[in-house]
C-alpha cells in the first residue's frame, strides 16, 4: 500500500476501488487527522518515552480522553497501546469477580489470549449459539460460582452481531457478566456509534466493552470506556495497563481529531448504512444468503460455493481493479473460506456498483 487509506488506494504504483481493512468511517486519511498528527511531532516529537505513571502525562493525552469520553458520553477512558489488549485488560481488572470463562468458538485471538491469562476454567460454547451457552452452563458450571462470557460484538470476517441480549439473560440466575471485544463495533453500530450494547439499546453493568481507535474512529489505539469509579479500579488493577508504554503522542492526537470529527459529523454513519444497504441488496441478488439489509454491519461475507470460485472471484476483482479480501484462516472464518467487503462511509454509488457488477460478472 503507497497512498493514505481510504475508497481509493494505491498497491505498487496502481490504483484500486478498496474495499478491505476497517477505515468503514473513512478517517485514517481525512486531511484534518493528518494535520493533527503533522502538529503534534513538530512540536512534541514522538513520544514521551516515559510511563504515564511516571512523567509521562501529557497535554495530548488528556485532550484524547476528553473528545473519547465525550463521543461514548462516559465519565472516564482508559487509553493504550492496541485494541488486542483490551479483553486482557478487563479481565486481569475483574478477576475477582468471576470463576469460570466461557467464550464463543469463534472468538478473536485476543479473547482467547485474556481467557489463558487467569488461572481460571475455560469452556468453548457454539458459536452464536445461546442454547450451548445455557448447555455448557449447566453441565460446566460448579454450584456458587459465577460464569464470564467472552465474545466479540461484531465478528471480524463474518460480520455477525453477537445475541448479547440472550447471553445476559441466560446469566441472570448466576450472576454473569459479560465482555465485548468490541472492536469492530464502536464507530458504526447503534445511533451514536457507541457499538454492540447501544445497537441492542442496553445499558447493563453486567456488559462491560472494550474497543480500538484504529478502525472505524479513524486513529490509533485501544480504549476501554465507563463510570470514573470501575474505570479507576479497571486502571488501578491490570498490570497490563500499568506496565505497558502508552501510543505515542502523534498517534493520540490523530485519534483525537478523528474522534471529534466522529462524534460531530451526523452524516458519516447515515453514508455508511446506505452503502451497506445498497451492497447487500447487490450481492443478495447474486444468491448469497445475506443478513437483512437494514443489519448497520460494515463487513459483508460471502461464504464459499459449490458453485462459486472465490479464489477466481477475488483475482478477477483485481484484475479489475477492485481490492477485496479472501480469507482462510482466521476467527469466525465459515468453512472453505470467504470474501471479505468492507464497505466504507466514503465510498461512492458508482463504486458500489462496480463492485457487484465485477461479482456478477465473474460468477
Given at each position: ?12 504504483g496502481?490504483?484500486f ?23 503534534a511531532i ?7 518515552a516515559?510511563?504515564?505513571?511516571g ?9 484524547l ?11 472516564k477512558?482508559?487509553y ?18 468471576f ?39 449447566r ?7 459465577r ?6 460484538g461484531l ?6 452481531i ?18 465485548l471485544?468490541?472492536a ?10 457507541w457499538g ?5 439499546s ?13 478502525k ?25 495497563y500499568?506496565g ?55 463487513i459483508i ?23 477485496v ?5 482466521y ?6 473460506g470467504a470474501l471479505?467487503?468492507?464497505v ?12 457487484v ?7
Amino acid at each position: 500500500m503507497q497512498s493514505p487509506v481510504g475508497p481509493r488506494v494505491v498497491f505498487d504504483g496502481r490504483e484500486f476501488d478498496y474495499f478491505a481493512g476497517c477505515s468503514y468511517l473513512g478517517l485514517q486519511g481525512h486531511p484534518e487527522v493528518l494535520q493533527a498528527a503533522i502538529d503534534a511531532i513538530r512540536r512534541y516529537g514522538v513520544s514521551t518515552a516515559t510511563s504515564r505513571g511516571g512523567y509521562g502525562e501529557h497535554p495530548i493525552y488528556d485532550e484524547l480522553e476528553q473528545e473519547a469520553c465525550a463521543y461514548f458520553n462516559a465519565e472516564k477512558l482508559l487509553y493504550f497501546a492496541t485494541g488486542y489488549l483490551g479483553p486482557a485488560i478487563l479481565v486481569q481488572a475483574g478477576a475477582s469477580s468471576f470463576d469460570h470463562i466461557f467464550i464463543d468458538s469463534d472468538a478473536h485471538f485476543s479473547l482467547w489470549d485474556a481467557a489463558q491469562a487467569v488461572n481460571k476454567p475455560v469452556t468453548p460454547f457454539h458459536h452464536l449459539q445461546p442454547e450451548s451457552l445455557a448447555e455448557k452452563l449447566r453441565l460446566e458450571l460448579r454450584p456458587g460460582k459465577r460464569p464470564l462470557v467472552l465474545s466479540d460484538g461484531l465478528f471480524p470476517i463474518s460480520g455477525e452481531i453477537a445475541p448479547l441480549p440472550a447471553y445476559l439473560e441466560l446469566l441472570k440466575p448466576y450472576n454473569g457478566q459479560v465482555y465485548l471485544d468490541d472492536a469492530h463495533a464502536v464507530g458504526v453500530l447503534g445511533e451514536h456509534g457507541w457499538g454492540t450494547p447501544e445497537y441492542f439499546s442496553l445499558q447493563d453493568d453486567r456488559c462491560r466493552t472494550c474497543g480500538t481507535l484504529s478502525k472505524a474512529l479513524g486513529g490509533y489505539g485501544g480504549v476501554i470506556w465507563g463510570e470514573a469509579g470501575w474505570a479507576e479500579r479497571v486502571d488501578r488493577s491490570s498490570r497490563i495497563y500499568a506496565g505497558a508504554s502508552p501510543p505515542p503522542l502523534v498517534a493520540a492526537a490523530a485519534s483525537a481529531k478523528a474522534l471529534e470529527i466522529a462524534r460531530t459529523s451526523a452524516d458519516l454513519r447515515p453514508r455508511l448504512w446506505t452503502n451497506v444497504k445498497r451492497a447487500r441488496d447487490g450481492l443478495r441478488a447474486l444468491g448469497w444468503a445475506l443478513p437483512p439489509s437494514n443489519t448497520p454491519a460494515p463487513i459483508i461475507c460471502l461464504e464459499s460455493r459449490y458453485d462459486v470460485s472465490i479464489e477466481r472471484i477475488r483475482a478477477g476483482l483485481f484484475r479489475q481493479g477492485i481490492a477485496v479480501e479472501l480469507v482462510r484462516h482466521y476467527t469466525s472464518t465459515p468453512p472453505g473460506g470467504a470474501l471479505r467487503i468492507a464497505v466504507f462511509a466514503a465510498h461512492t454509488s458508482e463504486q458500489i456498483d462496480r463492485l457487484v457488477e465485477g461479482i456478477k460478472e465473474l460468477v
